[in-house]
């Protein structure tokens, strides 16, 4: 393994790490929370929380990305850069609850706008950790981060249980977003050795604003393709069905954050290395995609295999989400392959680019919603199906070439090589996704009828097919696998050795030796 592997490998170490402890967590509080309420308040939450997350695109300005993959960095950009988003969350929060009567008429509910007041305050809370986010990534310290996580969303997940027990509804979501926000600013002032001077230059701000806008207008792009088909369901449709839709949407959310964010959140840093030396970005970007698509394809394919049985689970009023997290399973796949072209671009001082395909994906993905809002007057469920249907089709079919097409124009990258990489993670899906179709086509579920033992069973099947698939089919990844287990049982056998050696003087004593 070469040196930037093993470089990328110990960097996403911690993240993946971290993910998996923290989706473990997330996941957690989304089922009990999820059993806990029902569709419509999750949609009422969801839409006053997208409302929110729109505005934050705008507060941070893109600098986050600026100060990760600029070359040369000052102390007088990263004051700037601090005072600038500190202002303008209180800016923007400002914003928020002057606009928050009309965005809660505009979707007929009225409880929308004091919940908007409460979550503004999430911008002003955000302005404080944007640099020292950024410092950490740069340096590629990515277990302080990993602490932060895992902290906030466990003290959030608490609260917003807690508040969910105690009969609060909807707004148990609310205080679950402001307190795993307020933790994971205090967290990260306690690992980040960063702290702010009173200096603040214009002059460090214009240096990184060219780069900062062009992100900026590509995130605003990317919040709106992932945004716009909940936005219109909610105006249109009403909150159960965007609660339907988006507890959906986050279970795919969910098997992605486990290795893709992983391996994306590190990449900038690591990819803007190579910045100057487009083949072995590439190989790096390549590297990345086979650890990503290996392990994402198959879960993905599993969810959409097992829907019924992870629905069921987590309770009887979900069942209308059957068919539209089957469907935007293939949204994730779509994600999968393209994740790390967004790194790719930006490592490459591309991301003019990055920005106008999301933008072109995100008017394409909102009329296409619209069109099948509008047009198709039918039943609740089939019409979110359709919705799910519409926007898989545009990522899939438009824009996934796009961006691919984009990264082989400014990289120079292989789709020859590309198709190579993705095709052991392909097959295991495959393999996958059958055998969770024979699991529900034998009637096994009709036999097994306690719903937590059914996804204990279909989990169990799903892991050992996984792990037969990546033996047959890519013994690369196997090979880190075995590496994984051999170092836990030499951990496990440390502890072990080292309990004996502390209980030994002990015995002796006993014993009269």
Known sequence: MRSSDKTML?????????????????????????????????????????????????????????????KELHQRHLDSVFWLNVGSGVFFAAIAISLGGWWSRLNRMPDLAPMINALSAIMIIEGFSVVQVALLQRSMQFKRLAIRDNLATAVGGVIGIGAALFGMGAWALVLQHLATELTSVLS??????????????????????????????????????????????????????????????????MVLMFVARAILTVSLA?????????????????????????????????LAGASQVVLAA?????????????????????????????????????????????????????????????????PEEPLLACVAALRAGVFVGLFTPLLLWQANRATGLSMRSLAATVRPALLTALVMAGSQWMLASVGIWGIITNRFLALALSAAVGAGVWIACISLFDEETMGYV????????????????????????????LAGK
């Open 188 to 253: 990260l002032w306690g690992v980040s050795e960063w702290r702010p001077g009173l200096e603040f230059r214009w002059s460090a701000v214009r240096d990184l604003t060219d780069y900062s806008l062009k992100t900026l207008f590509g995130r605003i792009g990317s919040f709106a393709q992932n945004s716009t088909d909940s936005l219109l369901i909610g105006i249109f449709v009403g909150p159960a069905a965007v609660g339907l839709y988006r507890l959906a949407n986050r279970l795919v959310e």
């Open 10 to 70: 110990h960097a996403a170490k911690w993240v993946t790490l971290s993910n998996f402890a923290n989706q473990g967590l997330v996941g957690a509080v989304t089922f009990l929370l999820a059993a806990l309420l029902n569709p419509a308040q999750f949609g009422t939450v969801a839409m006053a929380y997208l409302y929110i997350t729109f505005l934050q695109q705008v507060t941070g300005f893109g600098f986050n990305s600026a100060l990760v993959q600029r």
């Open 314 to 378: 987590i309770g009887p009023q979900w069942a209308g989400a059957v068919r539209v997290l089957q469907i935007l399973t293939l949204v994730g796949l779509g994600k999968s392959v393209v994740f790390l072209i967004t790194p790719l671009l930006q490592a490459a001082s591309r991301p003019g680019i990055l920005s106008l395909n999301l933008w072109s994906l995100a008017i394409a993905n909102a009329l296409a919603v619209w069109l099948g809002v509008k047009l198709f007057a039918a």
């Open 482 to 509: 075995r590496a994984i287990v051999k170092r836990v049982r030499e951990a496990l056998a440390s502890l072990g050795a080292g309990k004996i050696l502390r209980e030994k003087p002990c015995a002796d004593h």
């Open 270 to 302: 690591h990819y803007s290395k190579y910045q100057s030396d487009l083949p072995e970005l590439n190989r790096n970007f390549l590297f990345g995609s086979r650890l990503n698509c290996i392990v994402t394809f198959p879960a993905l394919a599993f």
